[in-house]
């Protein structure tokens, strides 16, 4: 742990008051009381978590205010952040930025600089898409607006059938929506493989409308939104849901001059560093390092995204701490299906150029003589046993994922995952756990008795 | 993998049918389907797993022959293996057995031997604790007898509050019976540190009668148990359960000359040979190495003796493969409280000459505005920040000991366990799972920013 400069009363503005930012902030006011530390977010909100949008729509979380992790006040009062909200960041230039806010356009000066800017929902490039009615989820105001919408609408079209899509299905699902989902991919939750996908296929496909294959090509309605026209079909709505991705936000970094990396987001050090001195960039804005390929990725997810703040806020303090990477670890459910993936898809590793072994295999999650699920389990390594990611649909999906996570962030091989002195207790799960079962068939494939 | 000897029809003779003979007996017929694989079980069933005898107990697992993974049919028709059943061995030569079986005395010889002869009740080493209505439960026959004297019984006296103590009141008290627990430790599960036992202990003085400091001096009744003196009281009862610990069976490799370790079980190499040529011990009657302390130690848990089986199959077999050891990781409820352990308590650290640090923290498991349950977690780690254990009770804590089981097999570091992308899903977990937040904490403790 170098010190390097503990500086006196410096100033540190941070654009964006999302998970990064905002861990960011806690960390320096931590380490240095005495410094100014400015937070710059658009919404009326800070420590925004959009993961809980669908939550507040199918009605299970009542305020939308009890989807920030903390109030702004408790940033404020308890902990010494000068927050701003409803302010927008309209120029960054060297030591200084403009703010508007309140009306009025505002100066502040900086001596260390954060991004925190987040992403966005990526268009659909097709004509229309700012219709009344078209709404995605990328910020938890949009939770309220979907919400109100939603009271009025008969039927829904969600475009994308990531994770996001996946999950504002069922909750619109849950109100009694007439759910269609439209998806240009073969199948759902695309960064998955089909071997585990098809578990929650097959669930979506009892419960929603869902297309595959299909291209969207124009949305249309007059005042507001009516139809979707795909290359295959039509289809009547009163509201879409976009959820096709999302895009880093980062014009602000480029206007000041700072190097963007290739996968379109802010270039970074392991330290957070941007290629301009003193400026730092942390969250779904920063590009960072995929630990299973060891290369530059960009893994726009809620716990890198908390992490790299607090990375970025114990550098700007002055001392060292490095930042690892992410393995795009994720977990979610459809009804009562959870999915959960960590590391690579044997497509995406192929693509990656690894020379891949799997195995899918479907097991009881607990003992056979006990109330039991069932799951499906994939395991990709390569040729010499290193583990390249897991996957897992059906019953008691996380506490495979945690192990796996942990595995692979540990550049662990099929023999650490066969060994791994995981607990056993009937109700939980089986004395070789499904993982360990993946494990000994790998074996075989690679030639261990 | 070198091959060290692949013989032609060699004779393998196996002393126990439990997880680790079953496991080995398994795998040396699947690499030489010509060997002659015996196994000499004393009970009626093989592949018995007493960990389910709690659930049996209880009346939630109907026939006793659903707690032993497979029939016997399976591993004699399927695999091949050439099992006897009620079958005691009587003496152990070199490269031959005496076994009684049906009666009469038969002679068998062996190229190759496994001990996978289990452990056994400690007794208490009191007066009369051979009295009818005093049983343990590590036999799935006992399963039977305990179930059938419960039926008959009112009162219950369960003797130790380890987890199959705790099991097992638990199990009685749901067939509406009086339990009193005696613990001479002053908290239950004495494995565990009291940060986190208490939490069962909250919930075990709800239900039960448990006694804390209190140790048995005399079990006494005329033909049957009638009452338990103890140092400080005494208590009527119509049944008793002992569940003071484990003893490993190594009577018969002592007669061989096999070399017993520090621990009181047979010693072993990583590929599970005992001190004779040949002659290999697996399961709760063999040592093995704990991962944390990197020294010789005994865990007698179904999930390392299942894999030393595995292990030894191989070696057996004429390959190599080492068993890396074990953590004791462990998992157990009462009621709806879970509690789990891997690697060293603080207690077992210091003990060991570890100069410790460690964290408690209560935390919501889930994130706040879903449905939540609480859960109480400890870290141990050294000075420099290596991970020596992890206790959890409450909710939710299978997923934890999952990802530490994990970390500690890997060694891994409190930097580690905090950088560890584990996924995030808000009704799974939090993003700062309880977990992270623990390392973070114990940053501050090693001076990390």
């Given at each position: 742990m170098l010190i390097i400069n503990l500086g006196i009363g410096l100033k540190v503005a941070i654009i964006g008051g999302g998970a990064a930012g905002m861990s960011a902030a806690s960390r320096i006011k931590r380490l240095h009381a005495d410094w100014d530390v400015m937070v710059f977010e658009r919404a009326p909100y800070v420590s925004h978590a959009p993961c809980g949008v669908p939550f507040y729509v199918s009605g299970m979380v009542g305020r939308i205010e009890d989807l920030c992790a903390y109030d702004i006040s408790h940033f404020k009062e308890d902990r010494g952040i000068d927050v701003h909200i409803r302010a927008k960041v309209v120029e960054v230039g060297d030591g200084f930025l403009r703010v508007e806010e309140g009306g009025k356009e505002r100066r502040y000066e900086w001596d260390k600089l954060l991004f925190a800017t987040g992403a966005r929902a990526a268009p659909l490039n097709v004509k229309c898409e700012e219709l009344d009615g078209v709404l995605c989820v990328h910020y938890i105001e949009n939770g309220e607006r979907v919400r109100r919408l939603a009271e009025k609408s008969e039927s829904v079209v969600v475009i994308g059938s990531g994770y996001i899509g996946v999950e504002m299905a069922e909750a619109l699902s849950r109100l009694g929506k007439k759910v269609v989902i439209l998806e240009k991919e073969k199948h759902p939750l695309p960064d998955f493989d089909y071997e585990v996908s098809s578990i929650i296929q097959q669930k979506l496909q009892q419960i929603v409308d869902v297309r595959f294959s299909e291209n969207v090509v124009a949305i249309e309605g007059k005042d507001r939104v009516e139809r979707i026209i795909t290359d295959r079909d039509e289809y009547r709505c009163d509201m879409v849901i976009m959820a096709v991705g999302s895009i880093p936000n980062v014009e602000l970094a480029k206007e000041l001059g700072v190097e963007i990396g290739n996968t379109g987001a802010i270039k970074t050090t392991k330290r957070l560093e941007t290629s301009i001195e003193n400026v730092y960039a942390a969250g779904d804005c920063a590009e960072t390092t995929n630990i299973v390929t060891g290369t530059e990725d960009w893994i726009p997810l809620a716990v890198p995204a908390n992490k790299m703040g607090y990375v970025a806020g114990v550098n700007i303090s002055g001392y060292e701490m490095e930042?690892?990477?992410?393995?795009r670890s994720q977990l979610t459910s459809f009804y009562d299906i959870e999915i959960g993936k960590t590391g690579l898809s044997e497509k995406e590793a192929i693509k990656f150029g690894f020379d891949t072994i799997s195995v899918t295999i479907s097991a009881k999650t607990s003992t056979k003589y006990l109330p039991n699920g069932n799951i499906t389990l994939k395991v990709i390594a390569d040729k010499d046993g290193k583990l390249l990611g897991v996957q897992a649909a059906g019953k008691k999906v996380a506490m495979r994922i945690y192990a796996a996570s942990t595995l692979l962030y540990k550049k662990s091989t099929i023999s650490d995952m066969f060994f791994a002195d995981l607990p056993y207790y009937p109700p939980e799960n089986r004395v070789w756990d499904p993982l360990v079962v993946a494990a000994r068939t790998l074996f075989r494939k690679l030639g261990i008795p």
């Open positions: 930042f690892p990477g992410a393995l």
